[in-house]
């Protein structure tokens, strides 16, 4: 069946370092690929998503590729804000309308 | 705009007992979805709702159910608790025709 494997967190960084949180998936079909983020006491929030292979998401500075060779959507951001702390969830919706999350990344930013 | 809202916020049950959960979707969503997140997990789909009908399952036993309404408001149904169901419960919309889900801020049910 459809999974996610999200990098394990927590991942605490400094204030403007370069953030990566690697996602990779398995999949039949061509799914389509969503980061969410959830902060503190919120639900969850759509951050980006790519609906098919070499697509870009983008929003608030952040960044994924939709990579079908080696089945990856890795967050990216080149510079993070004490504001991006948050739990971060990659996720993936398959051919039979089911999202499949993955155990989240939590991302502690220090000033 | 009003976003999907979820009721209540927080319930504490006991073990063997019924609960229902409500869940308002975003005006003009057709489609909703309900799911479990553990605490320290993702969110796990249970199932999703079409036009008062489901449409798709995750891997959870009967004793959940659902209900969808014709204005597309829906309810989850989780008969003879266990101590595992204790999780925040969300409930998510979207228009069938898009990709994006609205997730609503959940309910946290305790079962002791």
């Known amino acids: 069946g459809n999974s996610v494997t999200q990098m394990e967190g927590p991942v605490t960084l400094s204030e403007e370092a370069f953030l990566t949180i690697n996602c990779t998936y398995t999949?039949?079909?061509?799914?389509?690929l969503f980061w969410y983020v959830q902060y503190p006491g919120e639900g969850l929030q759509l951050l980006l998503k790519?609906?098919?292979?070499?697509d870009k998401g983008s929003n608030k500075g952040f960044e994924a590729t939709y990579r079908k060779e080696t089945t990856s959507f890795h967050l990216e951001k080149g510079s993070v804000q004490v504001s991006d702390s948050a739990v971060y969830f990659c996720?993936?919706?398959?051919?039979?309308?089911?999202?499949?999350f993955g155990a989240g990344t939590r991302l502690t930013v220090k000033p | 705009e009003t976003g999907v809202t979820q009721s209540p916020t927080h319930l504490i049950k006991t073990r063997g007992q019924q609960v229902t959960l409500r869940c308002s979707s975003q005006?003009?969503?057709?489609?909703v979805s309900w799911y479990q997140q553990a605490l320290g997990q993702g969110p796990q789909f249970i199932f999703q709702?079409?036009?008062?009908?489901?449409?798709g399952r995750g891997n959870f036993p009967p004793r959940f159910s659902g209900l969808q309404f014709p204005n597309y408001s829906s309810e989850l149904n989780v008969n003879a608790l266990e101590l595992d169901d204790s999780a925040l419960y969300l409930c998510?919309?979207?228009?069938?025709?898009?990709?994006?889900?609205?997730f609503g801020p959940g309910t946290r049910l305790l079962v002791l």
């Open positions: 996720a993936l919706r398959g051919n039979n309308n089911d999202m499949r």
């Open positions: 999949a039949t079909g061509y799914p389509s």
């Open positions: 790519a609906t098919k292979a070499d």
């Open positions: 005006s003009g969503h057709n489609t």
């Open positions: 709702y079409y036009r008062e009908e489901e449409n």
């Open positions: 998510a919309s979207m228009d069938r025709g898009q990709e994006t889900q609205y």
